[in-house]
């Protein structure tokens, strides 16, 4: 599979299965591995600020190698959940481990621990995309949304890698920037665009903001942008998206769609009906706990409510068929589908 599939979501699940069965006949081709749930900010968009789904913990040398090395052709591996990466000591020894079969490796970071000191050691690892979510334009929106005053440290940070990279010849890691969609910030959209261009770095996401019924700190639906986008707001993103044509900044959104599309529900009345990563991907947290994706701590409570397995305990292939997986694809394609898919499709993340 190209590199170019590899790192585009929405093409790459279309791609991987066409699969539609309670019960898996292939292995996953892709593992989210979050391997810290611990965090150094207090993100208003992020459950684990206001509840903790499960005790503070790292991913274990041996309970990684004991994951990974059971899909020993595992084609891509995303290094994140609910936590900040470079938190983990060992997080550039796992790349390595993974870029070593030839795994595309990303993860998504909030860029307060970049500095100077790792860069030689995060380019020697091997990894293929770096994600940064900055999430707003200025240091005053910043720390609304993400809970501290970093923003300075990050911009700074994150401009002296992508020179460093420049410097050095160095076409990996891929360096992009993260907004999440909220009214509070969509504004800013085209002078986020207008900063990624100052920092040297050339793609921009827009995520959509992901939300269970109940809501919290920021995560709400009057916040959202998700069939509610404003005149102003749709002015906002298309000047962003001009702006980045004449700056060679490129802007995409949830899935790799164009933002306008991410930001509206498609036709089909099941939104979730699209969604592959049941017969794609496993996701497993810090505890080995296998949960069905990584959007489903942000858009329902109880990790017990939708547990796949213990990967501590249970073999890969043990949990893939197991029957509470098989009721959760059977759900998936049912008319009522499991909580955390309901209002979901495929184009909720990078």
Request: glycine share 6%; charged share 25%; aromatic share 8%.
């Amino acid at each position: 599979m190209s590199t170019t599939m590899l790192r585009d979501p929405r093409r790459y699940f279309e791609a991987v299965t066409t699969e539609r069965a309670d019960e898996a006949t292939s292995p996953p081709v892709c593992l989210y591995l979050e391997v810290t749930n611990r965090c150094n900010l207090l993100c208003e968009t992020c459950p684990r600020t206001f509840e903790e789904l499960e005790p503070p913990a790292d991913l274990s040398w041996e309970l990684f190698t004991k994951i990974v090395d059971q899909v020993p052709d595992i084609q891509r591996v995303v290094l994140h959940g609910v936590g900040e990466p470079m938190l983990h000591k060992d997080l550039f020894k796992m790349v390595r481990y993974l870029k070593d079969r030839g795994t595309y490796v990303l993860f998504n970071t909030n860029g307060t621990l970049l500095n100077p000191k790792k860069f030689q050691a995060l380019v020697e690892s091997g990894l293929d995309e770096l994600r940064v979510s900055l999430d707003a334009a200025d240091r005053k929106s910043y720390k609304l949304v993400r809970g501290k005053d970093y923003f300075d440290r990050i911009v700074r940070d994150v401009g002296k890698f992508v020179a460093f990279k420049a410097e050095h010849g160095l076409t990996a890691p891929r360096v992009s920037l993260c907004l999440t969609g909220l009214k509070e910030t969509v504004d800013q959209l085209p002078e986020f665009v207008r900063l990624s261009a100052s920092m040297g770095v050339t793609e921009v996401h827009l995520q959509r903001l992901v939300f269970d019924e109940a809501g919290f700190g920021m995560a709400r639906s009057d916040l959202s942008l998700f069939e509610s986008t404003k005149a102003e707001e749709q002015t906002a993103i298309d000047a962003a998206i001009a702006l980045g044509a004449e700056l060679g900044v490129v802007l995409d959104a949830s899935g790799a769609t164009e933002p306008g599309l991410s930001l509206k529900r498609q036709a089909d009345d099941k939104p979730w009906a699209t969604c592959r990563r049941p017969w794609s991907l496993m996701y497993f947290t810090a505890h080995g706990r296998a949960l069905p994706c990584c959007i489903a701590p942000f858009s329902a409570r109880g990790y017990e409510n939708y547990t796949l397995g213990d990967a501590s305990q249970q073999d890969l292939r043990e949990i893939w068929n197991s029957p509470a997986y098989k009721d959760f694809r059977a759900g998936l394609l049912s008319d009522t589908p499991p909580k955390p898919c309901q209002g979901c499709g495929l184009r909720w993340s990078l």
